[in-house]
């Protein structure tokens, strides 16, 4: 299987996320603070897994349709999370995030032995992982400005795509 990746899509802005480092950062979220890491988690997800995995009705939904889940009051937290915590954590990280976890098989096992929202995720052998923590954190502080700001600001949703 090739490596995989998560497009966003906001209008004529796109952003690509390899899918190891999106697992990491969502991995790196949840240690911080699992309840803002889960909205996150659910605002870069498709409406219809985010209905599926809440065991919510899908009547009227499709998993062929890329449109993200859009709570306008959990994004605004999910800015305020990435602002607050996730970004100033990540620029005070003294070491690359697979380091931190022992490398990247170390990583996949902690990772799989998580029993909770990122079990959505799963991973693959040939991941891709940015782990630089300020590579990540600017790359995050784009991703809220461009997508999820906006998002909020027009109404509109962004797509979230799964490529593989």
Do not use: C, W
């Amino acid at each position: 299987m090739g490596i995989r990746s998560k497009l966003f899509v906001l209008g004529d802005n796109k952003m690509r996320y390899q899918f190891g480092e999106y697992a990491l950062l969502m991995y790196y979220a949840k240690q911080l603070n699992e309840a803002r890491a889960k909205k996150l988690f659910y605002a870069t997800t498709r409406e219809y897994y985010y209905r599926v995995l809440n065991d919510l009705n899908t009547e009227g939904y499709s998993d062929v349709d890329d449109t993200a889940h859009y709570e306008p009051q959990d994004i605004i937290d999910v800015i305020k999370f990435i602002e607050d915590e996730l970004i100033p954590a990540l620029n005070a990280e003294p070491t690359n995030l697979l380091a931190k976890y022992g490398g990247m098989e170390n990583f996949v096992k902690l990772y799989e032995a998580e029993e909770n929202f990122l079990d959505a995720l799963g991973l693959n052998d040939n991941e891709y992982y940015v782990d630089e923590p300020e590579q990540v954190a600017y790359a995050l502080e784009v991703f809220k400005n461009e997508f999820l700001q906006k998002s909020l600001d027009s109404g509109i949703p962004m797509e979230s795509i799964l490529e593989h």
